[in-house]
């Protein structure tokens, strides 16, 4: 693994690092961390890698390292950057043979997603985008119990992502992640909706395995100054008559990371909370509520298969973002062998889901700022 | 008190009648039970009345009642029909000088809905609506922090009341209560947003004590063949710039009576559920969480005031709605006497609250069916 | 009903009264509700008795009460006095021919015990013992599922009542509950394990059928200068090789009335919380925990019969104290009008409830002496 | 980092080393995987070691490792074997300059827990032991709180840690785990004091800072034909006068993995679960609950240096067991470096901690023998 971004200061750098490195399958080789050549030598110094593989971009680290012997250079890179240096590296590594791991979004508009989803069907490589609460064994196993029809046909959807981190201007502070999440030019055209509402959006989707097919926005900034949106309340229609509800904020005081979903079929409920993920709530219509853990009974093997120890040892968000890494690196493995990973670690999040999440940022900031009810996607 | 509907069968009657004994401050001394005069006896003999105090019909009762001597006769009604019935009793009684106690929603139109209010307004009788979730110590607590300032300037809302006991067509099976709440002629224009969507409006204007300006709401009746909306997601504006979302349900698989509200301000969050009412989350902005609970520290004398045992010895729904008919008793005794009740127990919700949820009813109903974003109120 | 105690400033006389009323089954008709004559007058006119019926002493009440025509006395009485003032208007309202109701503990020690359940015997008359925590529906649900078999045979019981409240001198502010229950001459040998530990002890073997056999107790008086003790841990064994905890506290600082069981059978774990008391936690051994409501799915009729309202709209204290009340008035009814209440609602516990309390107190107390490991029932 | 045992079809082996890797401060360099020198030879290849690195035994890998180049070996072996197989290796580990990270508990008997307490002295050498719970964020802010006196003076301690999963004779079915954790040959005379009583012991006193001074036990083997105990039920002392209970079972049916525990100071009590570890309640005597958090505000440093990524992305068994491995990592470079690390990371259990365990061990199962109440530390 190469890494671009993830310098010190950084945070989802760090994330990335102990994802990979947790179940022993990925190596940190090189990196460009940071696009001050001076702070990427010294990040590869925390790191213990060898100075030569320690580059002053993006660019030098994937023509270098393809010039290196197979056996040596790096087989994927992955790019943890802010959202507007995502492209980039994602394109240039993909027209050189590398395979591509890259934090969501997936990049800037929907001009450069199509080109990036047309890029890697055409090159066949992989690509994994971390849409990271995907990688929870209990939204696996919500989404077998929604395929396998378990909860019959799913009627409503209310996922919600409050966060209260930027209740007050804190990007003048300096605070890293709040200055470039709430500036247009690194972030993009959305805030909260595009950093933690198109977490909400794929969740609905991987669960459901259904698709947004319009929808309708009030979008909101609350904090006097700011330039991108801190709130957002959307209305959703999904494809065979459900529908449902998203929201998603940064000004929702006290709130951590609040990730949850709800899910009602015609036979019963799913709830699942991202801060207490080992646990699935299942809501019957016409017997009591069951409670399925991480790691216990009566789970599909899409759980099992996600789950590193016994039911009743937590696992958390570190976990599940390793899940992504650990299958990327079993499908990888398996085509650099030449043979097939087993179709459960095939679970990763795709450029397409990227494409998607694009779609969803474009329809919800232009809903909100429309007079019409719906807008279509 | 005297009581319309609420006879054999019934099931908010038999609350009432709970909520009416629990305090030792309200003797129920006459009905009409039932629109069938033989089932109203039946009733009477349960409850132990004389039979000359239980009457064929709601007229019968005012008008006789009305010629007893003052200190004999009921000093106010409860009507406890369904919907259609009403206007009818309330007007009734508040023509012939009886203070009235009334479930919600107040009647079946806005045009019934004023001229009750103006109705109260001429005659200075009392009149309570039994939004019964405002009685709860923890939601008077809540909004005694919002009015205080505590949790800072109100920005986002969002009150939930999923049911799931409608999402198989139970009125085709004879149940009661099924049967007169799907039903336009009983039950009115509205179903969910009626029953319970109004209890959501209420509890969000009572907390906040901000109104709501607009609505774009999304209603659906997902089951097959019903009548009326079993289902709606709703965007609020509410004045002095907070924003919400309302959704309320009755298809929502396996949630039993699951209404709920987060009031997020510029220094903290509160969030209350109603299935766990005597607690009252308080999410500081930059502190811990605190966890208020009924009879415990912290709390102001509008939750002390309703609460009657002490912390740890939980108060439920009954309670809660017994506050309503206390607080009405207080007053009605106060003034009997000519006295002026302490402010504390002037807090039930009156013929206005009634209106407002009328208003709801009317816009949330109409906008749904709008391919406008926006409905004013 | 006559009522001995609970006049103005009593905590759990209100309780009864509220208790009483809720159901429409029960009306007060007298009462001695103070020591004081003068208190007991004023008491009287709160609850608009007419002052023939409000008496100064028990004595007095039982003796006038009787000579009373049958249909207008009070049926039975209730006491709701300091542990001192149980056995002398117990045993005086037996001898002549009034059912009781009386708080607990039963009385002051084993031969007071024995002397009441003796005459009970022999009087035929009814007799509750409010253990009021055995009123809750799920409590009931518990009970049924263990003698139905559903855990399999019981293993392991926890069970504990912590309480904060006296973690301070509280008896020396003038606190009317704390003075009295932490002094021996009205609250007997036991101060917590007496007030709270026997209510732990009754939960423990209503729940799982099963006898304590013999016990080993830490009992400590942690606050300087008091009187009683304030903490005890027990080890526990019952029959059929059951062995159990049983820790009860009114120094757990923070606590408010934390009663709260568990029961582990070789199938299954049962918990159960006082505070959140509408829910019931199965733990299976092999499928996923469910978790049982009030009012909803897959109950007992136990449960069932002693629910009032549908699922979500919860229970509290009072309602189950007001089951012990309402089981009480069936069956007194029934004997009135020479029939026989249904099975389900003979569930009220019995003066032998309260000898096996008295018993408790002696041992766990000698236990708390003894160096000996085992004090045998 | 050499390993010791955690081959293939082993449990903790892996938590070993995914608890190791996660930080990217250590890499394990060889490995002696399994007394089979077959197994161990696959196990190596798994983890892709060179064959040259992988041993027969752990007498193997600690001589040959010995003499290769200081920069090559080496630098600390862990032990990750079933009980029986810690005190070789750790001796000899020792006694030839090897610094050693040490699965609980420490060995077999107190004779073998003293001389290697005495080596350790005499080395020099650091030695963890894996007590793995001491590494959550909030086990170390609840440790602070009671050190800096926020709960004031410690009165009361309740820990519990019940497990279901030996509530059959599943060590008959062949399942390693329940093998071997039930075979006094290898598990010595605990079974769950043992295995995880000792874990309930060292939280209780590694939180307080008390040391437990003496015990009554009530030791229990449930399951038929078992030949350890598999459920005790402990009364505690401690010094200064703070009284305790203590119960580890692994017959609790449907529990997990159900570590918990409360301290009751003078001022607060503390409450936190391992299963929802990242919350810590403080329940103050005349305030309301607060509720604190991994990440959150107004914690101690000792928890803010053990977190790693913000408030409300869950952290879980794995972090808190690298945290060990991390702190140890820092203060083995530190040495290494002739440095010293920060205080807030010497903070991992000790080899006194696992004398400690083994003395817990002996007394609790002489207790549980024993007719007297009290047996001493």
Known sequence: MGMVGGGRGAFIGGVHRMAAALDGEIELVCGAFSSDPEKSRLSGEDFCLPPSRVYGSYQEMISKEKRL?????????????????????????????????????????????????????QTGLLFALTHNYTGYPMVKQARAMVRNGDIGQVRK??????????????????????????????????????????????????????????????????????LLDDDGNVLLHFDKGAKGILHASQISAGEENNLNIRVYGTRAGLQWFQMEPNTLYVKWLDKP????????????????????????????????????YRNFAFCLRARLEGKEAPAVYHDFPSVHDGVRGMQFIEKVIASGKSKKKWVEF
Not at 290 to 305: H, I, K, Q
């Open 69 to 121: 012997p197979e056996s040596e250079r790096m087989d994927f890179i992955s790019i943890v950057t802010p959202n507007h240096v995502h492209y980039g590296p994602a394109k240039m590594a993909l027209q050189n043979g590398f395979h591509v791991v890259c934090d969501k979004p997936l990049c800037f508009n929907m001009k450069e997603a199509r080109f990036l989803e047309t890029l890697v069907e």
């Open 289 to 324: 509520m069951e409670v399925l853990r991480t790691g216990g009974s009566g789970l599909y093997e899409e759980a099992a298969a996600h789950t590193r120890i016994p039911a009743g040892h937590p696992e958390g968000y570190l976990e599940a973002f390793a899940n992504i």
């Open 157 to 226: 959807i209310v996922v919600e992502y409050p966060q209260g981190w930027l209740s007050t201007k804190l990007e003048d502070s300096g605070q890293k992640q709040a200055d470039w999440r709430t500036d247009p030019k690194r972030s993009g055209i959305a805030g909260a909706m595009g950093d933690i509402g198109t977490h909400a959006e794929n969740l609905a989707e991987y669960i459901t395995g259904l698709k947004i097919t319009e929808l309708c926005a009030d979008i909101s900034t609350f904090v006097e100054g700011r």
